[in-house]
């Protein structure tokens, strides 16, 4: 653990103090992300001596220590701000704290959290990996992710967790699209249509294949599960929906309930949502509220069957 790859330059109160001369932003990015795959060992002389980078920070070096309740949950909150403000490398020791955290009292500090944190943590490598061009690594993460009942609704409701907006998804579009060009890679495509999938119209993943005059043979397209899953919720009604988000509350927002799992409930919307309308939902509801992308004419031809009887 005390080879020169983790002889980076910190402040230890500062994750993102860097001298920008000397160390790009993409190149500290790609370094950061070795840590997602590389394990931390309690036997490590950096681990032990506070050096390691996930001990380089006031907060997370509390994970040295006897940990307090609440750390965890503070950890996720912080690594959301993080990556909100495009501070990947913060985000990311923020979020392998967290998980080191989990890893040695489990959910002892998280309480009726641990699973959802767990989870919050593998979408957010997926991320990070794409963020810093390392397609062969998101590619395999998405692949190890176990299957669920609901894909998209998965992956929708951590984006909406961990702060990723739509730009983040139309920026990994756009760097995907410039590496199928030289590539013409199948795992490359399937990732392409993992982002198009988590952007604002999912729907464009069915021209794909004819857009780019591409044919994948072999590579499992990860894409092809969310979008029946996304499929199957914009176009199902039955009276459930409406009996937990009454029709004055879909016409004032613009939204139109989709599907109740649990606590959480997923809404149409031809718009991104900001958190404090997000918030003012659940507030009024009760739950969790999770916004999923549809157009303006299916989403207001939806609510006028549904609210119809």
Request: glycine share 6%; net charge neutral.
């Amino acid at each position: 653990m005390s080879s020169p790859k983790y002889a980076i330059d910190m402040d230890p109160d500062s994750i993102s103090a860097y001298d920008s001369s000397k160390i790009s932003r993409s190149r500290k990015l790609r370094l950061f992300t070795k840590l997602l795959r590389e394990p931390i060992t309690v036997s490590g002389s950096a681990y032990r001596s506070g050096s390691h980078p996930i001990l380089a920070c006031k907060v997370a070096s509390e994970v040295a220590r006897s940990p307090k309740v609440g750390l965890v949950q503070k950890l996720m909150e912080e690594g959301r701000e993080a990556f909100a403000a495009m501070d990947y490398p913060k985000a990311i020791v923020k979020s392998l704290a967290a998980e080191e955290l989990l890893r040695k009292y489990g959910g002892i500090l998280a309480t009726e959290q641990e699973s959802d944190i767990r989870d919050q943590l593998q979408f957010l490598k997926v991320q990070y990996f794409l963020l810093s061009g390392q397609a062969g690594e998101a590619y395999k993460v998405l692949r190890e992710i176990r299957h669920r009942s609901h894909p998209y609704l998965w992956h929708r409701r951590l984006a909406q967790r961990s702060g990723v907006p739509d730009s983040h998804w139309r920026a990994v579009e756009t760097t995907l699209r410039q590496f199928f060009k030289t590539s013409h890679s199948e795992k490359i495509f399937a990732l392409l249509g993992y982002a198009v999938m988590m952007g604002s119209d999912p729907s464009r993943v069915t021209s794909l294949t004819e857009e780019l005059e591409f044919e994948p043979q072999g590579t499992t397209l990860l894409y092809e599960p969310l979008y029946r899953d996304y499929l199957f919720l914009v176009t199902r009604i039955t009276r459930k929906e409406k009996e937990h988000f009454p029709k004055y509350l879909a016409e004032e927002c613009d939204v139109s309930p989709l599907i109740r799992v649990g606590e959480t409930v997923y809404v149409g919307s031809a718009r991104e949502l900001s958190d404090i309308e997000i918030g003012e939902i659940e507030t009024r509801i009760g739950l969790e509220t999770v916004v999923v992308p549809m157009s303006e004419r299916p989403l207001q031809d939806r609510n006028t069957k549904l609210y119809a009887s």
